[in-house]
């Protein structure tokens, strides 16, 4: 049976989704391992996007919080919003409750990707904060350390990500990930997934 791997991210202006394609390829790329790209639901009404100039969604299909059950791992994503994860990933979070009660993701492993509008804006501290939600439902985070080699170590071009997960620098909006973001999100999908095979392949 193929091992599941489920990449559910919020991206409201599209660097995070962008991410999300090329960690779903990495993950693809292990033999045996299915990968599956959802959304989660959106909070803010049509007219605060609109003044947001936000884009209208893509045809991701939306994740409900039961659902996340069926995976035996994930990549979770979100843009932050003041150095933590944005609400609407919060909201979503907030009504796994039934999961939580039974610890259903129990045992599960789980990475973290993330968008920021600067150098300053949360790299490090998006994903940190996020792991608190990893922790109640029992799940095993995993970072990808400094497994992507030389690419952790790029000084000369400007690099979203840190040893914690994929990311990318949003900018004013106009600044789109980079070939080397995109290679990072690319290895984290693979090393996930290589790490969720072994987990379900031992038990």
């Given amino acids: 049976m193929a091992t599941k791997v489920y990449i559910v991210y919020y991206s409201m202006y599209g660097h995070v989704e962008k991410l999300a394609e090329e960690i779903k390829k990495g993950a ?17 009404p049509e007219e605060a996007l609109g003044k947001m100039s936000a884009p209208p969604k893509s045809d ?21 919003r003041f150095g933590m994860m944005a609400a609407q990933f919060k909201a979503f979070l907030d009504a796994t409750g039934g999961l939580w009660r039974t610890q259903q993701l129990a045992g599960k492993p789980a990475g973290i990707f993330y968008s920021t509008g600067s150098q300053g804006g949360g790299q490090e ?69 290589t790490i969720t095979k072994k987990l379900k392949g031992a038990a």
């Fill in 60 to 80: 991701v299909p939306i994740i409900t919080p039961n659902e996340l059950a069926d995976a035996d791992g994930f990549v979770f994503g979100f843009p932050t």
């Fill in 28 to 44: 693809a790329s292990v033999e045996g391992v299915e990968a599956k790209l959802w959304q989660v639901p959106e909070t803010l």
């Fill in 125 to 193: 501290t998006t994903p940190l904060t996020a792991i608190t939600q990893l922790v109640h439902h029992g799940m095993i985070f995993v970072p990808i350390g400094y497994t992507f080699g030389a690419g952790m170590f790029e000084m000369e071009k400007v690099k979203g990500g840190s040893p914690y997960g994929a990311g990318t620098f949003a900018g004013d909006g106009s600044r789109q990930p980079s070939e080397l973001e995109l290679e990072q999100a690319f290895h984290q999908g693979k090393y996930v997934a």
